[in-house]
């Protein structure tokens, strides 16, 4: 079956605009969860989604968001990017519910903010 | 912030020898992962063992968990050029993320 796909992989951005990151999940997985990996940082949760409901958001600005829509895919979205926001953005999906089988992970969106 | 720190950071093996990285964590969790990561690339998914679980093995893998000790080992036996890559564990404490470590790079060398 086909993974976790997450688009654009590469994405070069201006200071101050913003972005849209998609991920589809693998078919009949309802939990996406974003996580960003800086080489300073490691990487750190962004925030999780179940049944287009947010049940958990790491410790980021408001800047970051997210969603899902019904059919469990989901976007996230940088606004007023800084050039710190450059990173590998990586989406995982699971099921059931917990990721207690464990997490697929998408190929990334590299994002790089000039 | 992280859940814990990885040892050692970097390890580099001759091609058929054991790669042997720690883990430990700082709080409690309902099970540990271990993820391989190539070339800046997606995770993926090696093993899982649960907070009831002592030890674990798939393949060359093997996985120990030690909950008192809040630290977690995993052994790669025989290893192999393609072993070469940044392994990652981490913890789910049943909140529906996962807290990495800061990972161990290991080198494989022919």
């Known amino acids: 079956k086909a993974g976790v796909t997450q688009t654009p992989r590469y994405l070069i951005k201006t200071r101050g605009q913003q972005v849209t990151l998609s991920c589809s999940p693998i078919?009949?997985?309802?939990?996406v969860s974003w996580y960003q990996q800086t080489p300073g940082q490691g990487l750190q949760f962004l925030f999780e989604?179940?049944?287009?409901?947010?049940?958990n958001k790491g410790n980021f600005p408001g800047r970051f968001s997210g969603r899902q829509f019904s059919n469990s895919r989901s976007e996230m979205n940088v606004s007023t990017l800084e050039l710190g926001d450059s990173a590998l953005y990586l989406c995982?999906?699971?099921?059931?519910?917990?990721?207690?089988?464990?997490?697929?992970f998408g190929s990334g969106t590299r994002l790089t903010v000039v | 912030s992280q859940q814990g720190e990885e040892d050692p950071q970097a390890l580099s093996i001759q091609e058929g020898e054991n790669a042997t990285m720690n883990c430990s964590y700082k709080?409690?969790?309902?099970?540990l992962q271990w993820y391989r990561q190539n070339s800046g690339r997606g995770l993926v998914h090696l093993i899982l063992?649960?907070?009831?679980?002592r030890e674990k093995h798939s393949g060359r893998l093997r996985v120990t968990l030690d909950t008192s000790k809040k630290s977690s080992s995993l052994l790669i036996t025989a290893s192999r050029a393609a072993d070469t890559a940044s392994y990652f564990c981490?913890?789910?404490?049943?909140?529906?993320?996962?807290?990495f470590g800061a990972g161990t790079t290991v080198t494989v060398r022919a």
């Open positions: 995982a999906s699971s099921f059931p519910r917990t990721g207690d089988r464990g997490y697929t």
């Open positions: 078919s009949g997985h309802r939990s």
């Open positions: 989604y179940f049944s287009e409901t947010q049940r």
């Open positions: 709080t409690s969790i309902n099970n």
């Open positions: 063992i649960r907070s009831n679980e």
């Open positions: 981490a913890t789910d404490a049943n909140d529906y993320k996962l807290s």
